[in-house]
């Protein structure tokens, strides 16, 4: 079977064209423009049994970012497995409001880091930061730090439930907690993959969120910034929350991201 016929025989999978060619591209251990430009190419039993097995993952909704073991992210590839939530475009926000802020070698905190791609990024587009990342799961704190380690990314990780090993200030804390509510209707078959801890909250899916906004307001530095990422239909709780219980203001929303400043 040829590159062309295994594609035409995916479309009918139910699955996109463009997750059948990334998986295929992933099987055969090629860039995906080598698929347009080989179309002829004869698989090997090998690459077909692989390729195989991935659209059958894909077909029982399995994240195509869990079938490759990478998932891009402001322009940079990270690895990620189940043990860590997936990056998403939306989250890019947050690297935008924290560049916007143009502050001078500022001290970063990221909360829940998953893969790391937060800090890392960040880290990479202010190399003059000083950032720390923390996550309560040690298997994606093992994850962040390998991509930290492949990026050349110089930044300390730390274990911690929320901010309870943190003893610094910080002039920026930022955090994509988890903030799904259970009992939303629309839920992808595909969250099923990822792990619940960095999904699913309490309270509407704001528990996490407002323990941080609680400890935050202890941890920034003057006029330090918290940004928080979460559902839109969240963010007036979410404000109201932080006038009623802190001295922070909100000062910016961009997408699902919200900035408070103390």
Same mark, same amino acid.
Not at 202 to 213: A, M, Q, S, Y
């Given at each position: 079977?040829?590159?062309?016929?295994?594609?035409?025989?995916? =479309?009918?999978?139910?699955?996109?064209? @463009?997750?059948?060619?990334?998986?295929?591209?992933?099987?055969?251990?090629?860039?995906?423009?080598?698929?347009?430009?080989?179309?002829?190419?004869?698989?090997? !039993?090998?690459?077909?049994?692989?390729?195989?097995?991935?659209?059958?993952?894909? /077909?029982?909704? !399995?994240?195509? =970012?869990?079938? @490759?073991?990478?998932?891009?992210?402001?322009? #940079?590839?990270?690895?990620?497995?189940?043990?860590?939530?997936?990056?998403?475009? %939306?989250?890019? =926000?947050?690297?935008?409001?924290?560049?916007? @802020?143009?502050?001078?070698?500022?001290?970063?905190?990221?909360?829940?880091?998953?893969?790391?791609?937060?800090?890392?990024? +960040?880290?990479?587009?202010?190399?003059?930061?000083?950032?720390?990342?923390?996550?309560?799961? %040690?298997?994606?704190?093992?994850?962040?730090?390998?991509?930290?380690?492949?990026?050349?990314?110089?930044?300390?990780?730390?274990?911690?439930?929320?901010?309870?090993?943190?003893?610094?200030?910080?002039?920026?804390?930022?955090?994509?907690?988890?903030?799904?509510?259970?009992?939303?209707?629309?839920?992808?078959?595909? @969250?099923?993959?990822?792990?619940?801890?960095? +999904?699913?909250? $309490?309270?509407?899916?704001?528990?996490?969120?407002?323990?941080?906004?609680? $400890?935050?307001?202890?941890?920034?530095?003057? /006029?330090?910034?918290?940004?928080?990422?979460?559902?839109?239909?969240?963010?007036?709780?979410?404000?109201?929350?932080?006038?009623?219980?802190?001295?922070? #203001?909100?000062?910016?929303?961009?997408?699902?991201?919200?900035?408070?400043?103390?």
């Amino acid at each position: 079977m040829n590159v062309s016929s295994w594609l035409k025989r995916a =479309a009918t999978s139910q699955i996109s064209h @463009l997750d059948a060619e990334l998986i295929l591209a992933h099987a055969l251990n090629k860039e995906r423009v080598f698929l347009h430009a080989h179309p002829d190419y004869e698989l090997t !039993e090998s690459e077909q049994k692989k390729a195989e097995d991935y659209l059958k993952r894909r /077909q029982n909704h !399995e994240p195509v =970012a869990y079938i @490759l073991g990478s998932k891009e992210f402001y322009g #940079r590839e990270f690895a990620v497995t189940p043990d860590t939530l997936i990056p998403r475009p %939306e989250t890019e =926000a947050i690297i935008d409001l924290v560049k916007e @802020l143009s502050l001078e070698k500022p001290k970063i905190l990221d909360v829940g880091t998953g893969s790391g791609c937060i800090a890392i990024t +960040l880290k990479l587009e202010l190399p003059e930061s000083d950032v720390i990342a923390v996550d309560i799961s %040690e298997k994606a704190l093992a994850v962040a730090e390998k991509n930290a380690n492949n990026m050349h990314a110089n930044l300390e990780f730390k274990k911690s439930d929320l901010l309870k090993n943190v003893d610094e200030k910080f002039d920026i804390i930022v955090a994509n907690l988890p903030y799904v509510d259970k009992n939303w209707d629309w839920l992808s078959p595909e @969250l099923d993959f990822e792990p619940e801890t960095a +999904l699913y909250s $309490e309270d509407f899916g704001l528990k996490d969120i407002k323990n941080l906004i609680l $400890e935050s307001n202890t941890k920034l530095a003057e /006029q330090g910034k918290l940004i928080l990422e979460s559902d839109i239909s969240q963010h007036e709780a979410i404000e109201s929350f932080v006038k009623s219980n802190t001295n922070m #203001r909100l000062v910016k929303t961009s997408g699902l991201a919200q900035m408070f400043e103390k």
